[in-house]
């Protein structure tokens, strides 16, 4: 979630967006893995 803002230097939005896209692929990896177990535990 990233608000444009004109003073940002661009190496700090350059981290933010790799910090959201880092959060969201642990979260899409933890929710695969948790489906995952889902399935096999049925």
């Given at each position: 979630?990233?608000t444009?803002?004109p003073?940002?230097?661009?190496?700090?939005?350059?981290?933010?967006?790799?910090?959201?896209?880092?959060?969201?692929?642990?979260?899409?990896?933890?929710h695969d893995f948790?489906?995952?177990?889902?399935?096999?535990?049925?």
């Amino acid at each position: 979630s990233l608000t444009l803002n004109p003073a940002t230097s661009k190496e700090g939005m350059m981290e933010a967006s790799v910090e959201d896209v880092y959060e969201r692929t642990v979260l899409t990896m933890y929710h695969d893995f948790t489906d995952t177990q889902r399935v096999q535990g049925s």
